[in-house]
């Protein structure tokens, strides 16, 4: 039975010209799009929603995110000011998974769970995938040990 679900609605802007970060270019055509993401429960109710608005590198083809709502919001930025407000682009939906295994790890069955899809949801962030990694070490120790105290505890009904 599916417990989460990811529902996204992607919307194209017009290309403008960045100095792309990640591969210092300079003037080069970049693709804004705005990103709405839901979280499902049970693959039907929405959670809450992520809105983001990131830029496509036309040179490295790298994603960053824009601290922006909304497209009409992002071409109100001044060119200026662009490069202090873009970051890569991490999605939150897997940002949710790895902070939830975090939280949630001492849950053997749960966590691994939530842990490998975070780290597939942020696997091209350096500092997410970290976490999500760690979220999967902690959660695999602990269903390991709940998997060693059922082999290793004798059933007390049987030699009754």
């Not at 599916?2 to 017009?14: A, W």
């Not at 350096?126 to 959660?139: D, E, I, M």
Request: charged share 15%; proline share 7%.
């Amino acid at each position: 039975m599916l417990i989460f679900g990811v529902s996204r609605q992607t919307h194209d802007g017009h290309a403008v010209a960045i100095d792309c970060p990640a591969c210092g270019a300079r003037g080069v055509s970049a693709a804004p799009q705005h990103f709405r993401e839901k979280l499902l429960l049970l693959g039907l109710i929405p959670l809450f929603p992520v809105n983001s608005v990131f830029l496509r590198c036309g040179a490295c083809g790298r994603s960053m995110a824009v601290d922006a709502r909304d497209l009409d919001e992002f071409y109100r930025i001044p060119p200026a000011d662009l490069p202090a407000r873009m970051r890569p682009y991490v999605s939150g939906v897997g940002r949710f998974f790895v902070v939830a295994a975090l939280a949630l790890f001492w849950f053997p069955f749960l966590a691994p769970v939530l842990a490998v899809v975070g780290l597939l949801l942020t696997r091209h962030h350096r500092g997410w995938r970290r976490a999500a990694t760690v979220a999967l070490v902690l959660s695999l120790l602990v269903l390991g040990a709940v998997v060693a105290l059922f082999l290793l505890v004798p059933d007390r009904r049987a030699s009754a």
